[in-house]
C-alpha cells in the first residue's frame, strides 16, 4: 500500500464525509470508523514524510486534536460552515420585495473558482441566468430576486465548479413570499341623481398583504386606474417648547399620525424607566381632556407633580400592524417654598408672628399658607377676631389680646405643587430666666454685681427688682436710681443688680420678675448661692476653701455620727450599703472595720454628698439608729440640704406629690427653684404660694409641694402644653391624697371624677351598673394597679367575692372590674383567682398566695 493510494483515500474521504455531505451530522458510530481510517492513513503518511526528512509532527498535531474541548460558540460556528459553502439570507419575504442570499467559501483555493445560482422545484433543477432583469444586482456571492412573487417560491442553492467533473453544492434555502392575493367581493351598483356609483370592497388580510393596490375601470371608451399604498401607520410625537414644565402647571404633547388606512387604535403610555410602558387611561381627572381621534391625538397634563416625570409614546394600529413613536421625555422642575426663621413683635396687647415666604427660580407659585399651635392648624375663621387673616400674600400671624392661654408651639406651613415646608417653631410662653456663673462679682469699690440673663417670647414687658428685709413678708421695688443701687438696670435681656452695701446680702432677699403677655416668672437671689460665692473669694485659705472647705461641715457631721454609731452594728452597716449603694470601689469597703471607714467609703464614692445625706439617712433608720438619724434631719434643716420627710399642709395650703424619673442626687437646689417657679405659672401664682414641704421615697423620689388651696384645682385641670413644661422636669405624674395626674397619657379609667374626703355616701343603691376588665401581669402587678386606683378616689371601698379562692395560675391574670354606685363614690368587687383584697379602716391591703 503506497502514500499516493492514502492521499486519494483522504481526499474521498473528505469529499463523502464533508465536502458533499448534506449534513455534517453523523451518528456516534460512523464517526469512530472514520476517525479511526483517517488515524491509520495519516500514521502511515507520517512515516514517509518523516523519511523525507519533513519534521511537521502530524501524529502530534492528531492527538491534540482529539483532545481538545469545542466551545458552544465554536460548535456553532462549525455547524454552519460545515459546507465549502454556505449561503444566508431571510428566506421569508413580502410579496413585492426583494429578496437577496449571500454565499459564503471556505476553501483556501476559492479566488478563482466559479460559482453559479441553481432553483430546485422538486426533482427539476435549473441554474439562474443572473443577468435577468428579475435577478438585476447578483454576482458570484450574491443572488437578488426582485419583486419576489408567490411563482418565486422555490429552494436556491450555490454550486462551486471546480472542474468538469468536481462540482460542490451548498445547502439549499426556501424561499416563502409573505401575502395573500386580495379578495374583491361583489359589486354593488347603485344610481343617484343620473349618476351610477359602482361599490367595490377588498379585503386586506394582515400585514403581509401591505404594499401598492391598483384598481383599473374599463369601458369601450377606454380605461382608468388608480393606486392606494397600504402600508401600517406611523406616529410622531411633536417637539414643543414645553417639554420642561414648572411643577404644578399644565402642559400638552401632540402627536401626528399617517397612513393609508388611518389607525384604528390610539394608546398613550407612559414609563418611568424609557423601557417598560403602561396604559394611560385618558379619562383620569389628570389627563381629562385627552383625545385619541387617529387624525389629531394629544394627551393633556393638569397640574403636573413630580410623579409625571415621565417618558411618553403613543402606539398606533390599523388592519396592516402597529406602530410606536418616538420617546419623548417630560422634566418636571421647581423646589419647594422655602421659610426663614420667625420673629415675634410685641404691638401692644397683640403679637406678630412672622415668617418670610420665597420660592426658586422654575418654581411653582404658593397654594396655601396657614400656621399651627402645638401641630394643630388653628381655625383663624372661626376664632372670633383673636387672629387676623392669614394667606398667600399675607403670612404674618396677628394673635389679639395674647394671654397665658396663647403660649404654645407657633409653625408656619407653607405649600406647593411640589410640597409642602414648616418653618422652625416660635415658642410662646412664659418668661425665663438664668443665672450663670460668676453669680456675683466683686468691683474695686467694694460693690457686687449680679447679672441675670432673661430669655422671653414674646419679649417683656415689666422687669424689675424687689427687695424684702429678713422678717418681713412684702417686697418693695428698688429705686434703681437711689445711689445704694446706682448702676442697676432692668434693660432686657442682661439686666443687672448692683449692691453698694454688702451687708444687705445679710440681711435682706433680692428678687428679679420679668413678665410678658403670656404670664411672669419671679426668681429669689438665692442668698445662699451669694453667700458661698462671697465667702469663696473673700477666704484667704485659698484653694482649701474653693476645693475642699466646702466639705468640713459634712466631715464634721460623719466623724460626729461615726463616733456614737454602735459598733456591733458595722456588719449590717456595711451589708446595707453594699446592697442598696452602687459601688464602684469594693475593696475599701470589704476592708473597714469602723464606721468612720463605711462613712468615708460612701462620702468618696459621692453617695453622700454636701448637698444630698438621704443615703445616710436611709442607712441610721435601717439600723434604728434614731438618736444619730435625728442630729441627721436637724444638720439637714440647718444646711438646707436634701433629706426625706413630709410636712402637714398649713391651714390653706394642700400638699401635692410630683414623682420625678430622676436620680435625687443629682438634684439640686436650683432645680428646686426651677420647679417652683413651673407651677406657680402653671396655676397662676406667685412663688410665695408654692413651698416645699418634703421629699419622699419612691422608684426614683417625690417632692412635696405645699399650695395654697385655691390652685389645687387649676392644677388639676392642667392642659397639654403645661404638662409638657413639667415632663421637661422629669416629672412623670403627681398625685395628692384623692387623684393622680399621669403626664404619660390618660385612660378611659383615669378619667372617672376626682372625689374628695368628705364625698364618700354610704349604702348607696347598686344603680348604674358597668364593667371594665384589664389584665395585670401577675399579683404584684394586679396590687400596684389597685393601689393607684385607690389614690385616685376611683375605689371607696373593696368587698370580697364569695368565690375568691387561692389557686396558682400564669403570671397574666385578668380580671373583672364591676362599678356601680353614685356619680362621685363607686364601689369595687372583684373576682381573682390569685388573690384576695379587703378594706379594714379605710387602708388598702392585700394578700397574695
Not at 515 to 536: A, F
Amino acid at each position: 500500500m503506497c502514500v499516493v493510494d492514502d492521499i486519494e483515500r483522504i481526499r474521498h474521504l473528505r469529499n463523502e464525509s464533508f465536502a458533499h455531505a448534506d449534513s455534517a451530522e453523523i451518528s456516534d458510530d460512523d464517526f469512530k470508523e472514520f476517525w479511526h481510517e483517517a488515524k491509520c492513513m495519516i500514521q502511515r503518511c507520517q512515516q514517509f514524510t518523516t523519511s523525507r526528512g519533513c519534521k511537521t509532527d502530524y501524529i502530534k498535531m492528531l492527538v491534540e486534536l482529539e483532545r481538545k474541548h469545542l466551545t458552544f460558540n465554536e460548535y456553532i460556528s462549525c455547524r454552519k460552515r460545515s459546507r465549502a459553502i454556505y449561503i444566508l439570507g431571510n428566506t421569508h419575504v413580502r410579496c413585492g420585495e426583494t429578496a437577496c442570499f449571500e454565499a459564503e467559501i471556505t476553501l483556501e483555493e476559492d479566488v478563482d473558482l466559479p460559482v453559479s445560482w441553481h432553483r430546485v422545484d422538486g426533482l427539476v433543477t435549473k441554474q439562474i441566468n443572473i443577468e435577468d432583469d428579475k435577478y438585476k444586482g447578483s454576482d458570484d456571492r450574491q443572488l437578488q430576486i426582485h419583486n419576489v412573487c408567490k411563482d418565486d417560491e422555490a429552494r436556491y442553492k450555490a454550486v462551486i465548479s471546480r472542474s468538469a467533473d468536481v462540482n460542490i453544492s451548498s445547502n439549499g434555502v426556501y424561499l416563502r413570499p409573505m401575502g395573500e392575493q386580495p379578495c374583491l367581493e361583489d359589486l354593488v351598483v347603485t344610481s343617484k341623481t343620473e349618476e351610477l356609483y359602482i361599490h367595490y370592497v377588498f379585503r386586506v388580510l394582515g400585514e403581509e398583504d401591505k404594499g401598492e393596490y391598483t384598481c383599473t375601470v374599463s369601458n369601450a371608451v377606454g380605461s382608468v386606474s388608480k393606486s392606494v399604498n397600504l402600508d401600517i401607520p406611523s406616529a410622531q410625537i411633536l417637539s414643543t417648547s414645553n417639554s420642561k414644565v414648572i411643577c404644578g402647571s399644565d402642559t400638552r404633547f401632540d402627536c401626528r399620525v399617517s397612513g393609508c388606512p388611518l389607525p384604528d387604535k390610539v394608546e398613550w403610555q407612559k414609563s418611568l424607566d424609557g423601557t417598560t410602558f403602561n396604559h394611560v387611561d385618558i379619562y383620569e381627572r389628570k389627563y381629562f381632556g385627552s383625545s385619541t381621534d387617529p387624525r389629531s391625538p394629544f394627551l393633556l397634563l393638569w397640574q403636573t407633580t413630580l410623579n409625571d416625570q415621565q417618558y411618553y409614546q403613543v402606539v398606533v394600529w390599523n388592519l396592516m400592524g402597529k406602530c410606536t413613536s418616538n420617546k419623548y421625555f417630560l422634566q418636571i422642575t421647581g423646589d419647594r417654598p422655602n421659610i426663614s426663621e420667625g420673629t415675634c413683635t410685641l404691638q401692644g396687647h397683640a403679637v406678630k408672628l412672622r415668617c418670610d415666604v420665597f420660592l426658586y427660580d422654575e418654581s411653582p407659585t404658593l397654594t396655601d399658607v396657614y400656621w399651627t399651635k402645638d401641630d394643630i392648624k388653628l381655625n383663624i375663621g372661626g376664632s372670633g377676631g383673636k387672629y387676623l387673616k392669614v394667606d398667600v400674600n399675607n403670612q404674618s400671624l396677628i394673635i389679639n389680646n395674647v394671654n397665658y392661654n396663647d403660649a404654645g408651639d407657633y409653625k408656619l406651613i407653607a405649600i406647593n405643587a411640589v410640597g409642602e415646608t414648616r418653618s422652625k417653631g416660635i415658642v410662646l410662653g412664659v418668661p425665663e430666666i438664668l443665672l450663670e456663673e460668676p453669680f456675683c462679682e466683686k468691683k474695686e469699690d467694694g460693690s457686687q454685681w449680679l447679672t441675670t440673663t432673661i430669655k422671653s417670647v414674646p419679649v417683656p414687658h415689666v422687669v424689675k427688682w424687689s427687695i424684702k428685709e429678713n422678717g418681713s413678708n412684702n417686697y418693695q421695688a428698688i429705686n434703681v436710681s437711689a445711689e445704694e443701687y446706682n448702676g442697676t438696670t432692668s434693660t432686657f435681656p442682661h439686666p443687672v443688680l448692683v449692691i453698694k452695701h454688702p451687708e444687705k446680702l445679710e440681711n435682706c432677699t433680692f428678687k428679679i420678675e420679668a413678665k410678658n403677655r403670656i404670664g411672669k416668672v419671679e426668681m429669689m437671689i438665692p442668698d445662699i448661692i451669694i453667700e458661698d460665692n462671697l465667702r469663696r473669694k473673700q477666704s484667704t485659705l485659698g484653694k482649701f476653701h474653693m476645693d475642699g472647705g466646702s466639705r468640713v461641715p459634712i466631715s464634721k457631721l460623719l466623724n460626729h455620727l461615726a463616733e456614737k454609731f454602735p459598733t456591733e452594728k458595722i456588719n449590717q452597716l456595711k451589708f446595707l450599703i453594699r446592697a442598696s449603694c452602687n459601688i464602684k470601689e469594693h475593696t475599701k469597703l470589704n476592708q473597714a472595720t469602723t464606721a468612720a471607714d463605711c462613712f468615708l467609703v460612701l462620702l468618696e464614692e459621692e453617695i453622700i454628698t454636701t448637698s444630698n445625706v438621704i443615703a445616710m439617712q436611709f442607712l441610721l433608720e435601717e439600723t434604728k439608729c434614731e438618736e444619730l438619724e435625728r442630729i441627721l434631719v436637724e444638720y439637714a434643716k440647718k444646711r438646707k440640704v436634701i433629706y426625706y420627710y413630709e410636712k402637714p399642709s398649713e391651714n390653706g395650703f394642700k400638699n401635692v406629690r410630683f414623682h420625678i424619673d430622676a436620680n435625687l442626687h443629682h438634684f439640686s437646689f436650683e432645680d428646686e427653684t426651677k420647679m417652683k417657679e413651673t407651677v406657680a405659672n402653671i396655676v397662676g401664682c406667685s412663688i410665695e404660694d408654692v413651698r416645699v414641704n418634703g421629699y419622699i421615697r419612691s422608684t426614683s423620689f417625690f417632692i412635696v409641694l405645699s399650695i395654697r388651696g385655691i390652685y389645687i384645682d387649676k392644677l388639676f385641670s392642667i392642659e397639654e402644653h403645661d404638662k409638657d413644661k413639667l415632663r421637661k422636669l422629669n416629672i412623670d405624674f403627681f398625685e395628692d391624697d384623692f387623684c393622680t395626674i399621669s403626664l404619660k397619657g390618660t385612660t378611659g379609667e383615669q378619667k372617672l371624677k376626682r372625689r374628695t374626703s368628705d364625698s364618700i355616701p354610704h349604702g348607696e343603691p347598686k344603680q348604674k351598673r358597668s364593667a371594665l376588665q384589664y389584665k395585670a401581669d401577675g399579683p404584684a402587678a394586679m396590687k400596684e394597679e389597685l393601689l393607684c386606683y385607690f389614690k385616685q378616689g376611683i375605689i371607696g371601698r373593696l368587698s370580697l367575692h364569695t368565690t375568691a379562692l387561692y389557686s396558682r395560675q400564669p403570671s397574666s391574670t385578668h380580671i373583672e372590674i364591676v362599678l356601680w354606685g353614685l356619680e362621685t363614690h363607686y364601689q369595687l368587687v372583684i373576682t381573682c383567682a390569685t388573690g384576695q383584697l379587703v378594706e379594714r379602716d379605710h387602708q388598702l391591703e392585700t394578700r397574695f398566695q
